[in-house]
């Protein structure tokens, strides 16, 4: 008889997937928006293309930075959660048991069964707080890296993402013309994107593709829009 070696495919990587997707949306939206904007007021590819350098450079700082501190918050709220629960262990084992028991209850388990559960906790405080940590509270603990490369990859999809709509301005003298090109090139790099994200999510490509293109179509022609009316 042949065996049958079932393989699990789980995607694990959600975290670097939303961090490209964050600087890469609007890494393609925003610097199109000002590209736009300017287009339609100044008679030089050259001075979008300036401006639109200086936008990408401090966008992805900005967005950058925006990752570290975000990632580094999740970081010091999980040590603070681990040391409160540390502490209730010691201080309050009857009702950490309590919670371990209730939460065992929840999946239909027999009270010997429970109460041997609770006994091997006891004898196990780290084991004890790291499922409380898990199942009380829902917090796994972050990577040491997460902060720098949440920085790293927000930052450097922002500049991919943001050199895609500028590419016609660097090609074309004429600003109307390069914004034509400009928004369709950015419109087809926002379905790619949605597209690559199904396929490495395991969701539905295309759709993924239609709902990218759509949304963030919708923001750079409302971000499109705000630029215009400002220049």
Known sequence: MHKHHHVERHFTASELIRDI????????????????????????????????????AAGSIAMGLGG???????????ETEFQREQQEVIEVPEREEEEVAHIFRQYGLEEPEVQSIVATMRNHPDKWVDF??????????PDPSRARNSALTIAISYIVGGLIPLLPYLLISRPASALTISAVITLIALMIFGYVKGRFTGTAPWKNA??????????????????RLIS
Not at 28 to 53: C, E
Not at 68 to 78: F, G, M, S
């Open 21 to 56: 997707v964050i600087g890469m949306s609007d890494g393609l939206t925003v610097p199109f928006a000002l590209a736009a904007g300017l287009s339609g007021s100044v008679d030089s590819t050259t001075l979008i293309l300036a401006a639109g350098g200086a936008e990408i």
């Open 210 to 227: 239609f709902q990218t293109t759509i949304v963030g179509g919708l923001a750079a022609a409302a971000a499109f829009g705000l630029a």
């Open 132 to 141: 409380m940590m898990r199942f009380e509270l829902g917090l796994e603990e």
């Open 68 to 78: 570290y501190l975000a990632a580094r918050t999740d970081a010091e709220h999980y």
